[in-house]
């Protein structure tokens, strides 16, 4: 057996994606790491491995058989992402004009924003759940914000993150200003309750239904919260990481669908 065949080959436990490092870092020159060193991707993905493991396998496979072929993979957690000034752009004014508008109505910016994240040409204010329709109403009336329209609201469910497992983010747009931002909104699994913004952008309405209806999050304050996809009489939010994924009939429960060529048709 030649010398290269006796090495041993890294195992996928000391592995996490394409450009994780292959085994341990060698330790750098000089007894220090320069700046440029701690931004390589080894020594980023060395940082990331150390995040605790949230889950192991593939699709939850428990206790059975894995013929994924993933079955020694390790999913560690993410650490909350907070970007630091300049964010870049013209994101470093919109920050700017929204803590003026709060400090305006007395309102500090730490008190109603979590964190910032600048990342992919996107600005994403975290924003503490009881100042949400406040915080919204600021980036609609503000004339150096003026952010009139709400693009839609997405739902997101973070398994893993205790306390905050149910996320919303609203995708807002200055017409006035040709600018994008979002709003991200958490709410623990145990209290799934949000503010509706119907109030202050009525275009929610619809959106604000379907979040709930995928994912069971109560916007309270909507005028009418009910299922907007599936049917009435579904049970459970389909779009929810817990959400089985197969093995349970058909739960239309007596629904009829007529042929195709019964059904409303428009010329």
């Known amino acids: 057996m030649s010398e ?12 996490h994606g394409s450009q994780a490092p292959q085994g341990p870092v060698p330790a750098a ?21 150390a ?10 496979v428990q206790d059975t058989p894995d013929t994924s072929g ?25 920050a700017d ?13 730490s008190d109603a924003i979590e964190r910032v994240v600048a990342d992919r040409g996107e600005l994403t204010f975290h924003i503490r759940r009881e100042r949400l329709p406040e915080v919204a109403a600021k980036f609609r009336d503000d004339p150096a914000l003026r952010f009139e329209l709400c693009g839609g609201v997405s739902g997101v469910h973070y398994l893993d993150d205790t306390g905050r497992e149910l996320h919303a983010v609203y995708h807002l747009l200055s017409i006035t200003h040709n600018r994008r931002v979002r709003l991200e909104v958490s709410a623990p699994d145990a209290d799934p309750h949000i503010p ?28 009418a919260l009910t299922r907007i996809e599936m049917p009435d009489d579904w049970k459970g939010h389909p779009q929810r990481k817990d959400y089985p994924l197969g093995g349970i009939p ?18």
């Open 4 to 15: 290269a065949e006796k090495t041993p080959k890294a195992g996928s436990e000391e592995t």
């Open 70 to 94: 993933y079955g020694l993979l390790r999913v560690h957690r993410v650490p909350p992402i907070e970007s630091p000034r300049p964010y870049g752009s013209y994101f470093d004014e919109v």
């Open 29 to 49: 020159s000089a007894g220090h790491v320069s700046e440029a060193d701690g931004n390589l991707p080894a020594r980023l993905g060395e940082e990331r491995l």
């Open 250 to 267: 058909v739960e239309y429960r007596g629904a009829k669908i007529p042929p195709p060529e019964e059904r409303r048709h428009y010329a």
């Open 51 to 60: 995040q605790p493991v949230v889950r192991t396998g593939m699709f939850g």
């Open 97 to 109: 004009a929204l803590g003026s508008a709060l400090e305006a109505a007395g309102v500090s910016f």
């Open 196 to 223: 509706s913004l119907v109030g202050v952008y009525p275009t929610c309405n619809w959106h604000e239904r379907e979040t709930w209806d995928f994912f069971g999050i109560i916007f309270d304050g909507h005028p």
